[in-house]
């Protein structure tokens, strides 16, 4: 059964930075189209970023030129940074393959505030 555990969030400042994680198992990881989704309050969640099996990456427009995808194939594991921050990107991100399996982690909250 696949398995998705993002790590990573917290509380920023607008302008800052983190850096997400998300721990795959489960799944013939090498194989797999990962993308990055978000899920703001009392809205629907969203496409954030997505990396094929070859490295080839995908941006929502919001998010283009501030973060960036990328995965690491010996540690199942695919990353999010993310660079100046606002208060429009809080939120719970969560990763999932592509087309999204019906299984979601738990996400990791990610708070941009003063």
């Known amino acids: 059964q696949v398995q998705f555990v993002e790590s990573g969030g917290g509380l920023v400042q607008p302008g800052g930075s983190l850096r997400l994680s998300c721990a795959v198992s489960g799944i013939v990881f090498r194989l797999s189209t990962m993308d990055w989704y978000r899920q703001a309050p009392g809205k629907q969640r969203e496409y954030v970023a997505g990396?094929?099996?070859?490295?080839?990456?995908k941006y929502a427009a919001s998010v283009e030129g501030r973060f960036t995808i990328s995965r690491d194939n010996t540690k199942k594991t695919v990353y999010l940074q993310m660079n100046s921050l606002n208060p429009e990107d809080t939120a719970v991100y969560y990763c999932?393959?592509?087309?999204?399996?019906?299984?979601w982690g738990q996400g990791t909250q990610v708070t941009v505030s003063s």
């Open positions: 990396i094929t099996l070859v490295g080839r990456t």
């Open positions: 999932n393959t592509a087309p999204p399996d019906s299984t």
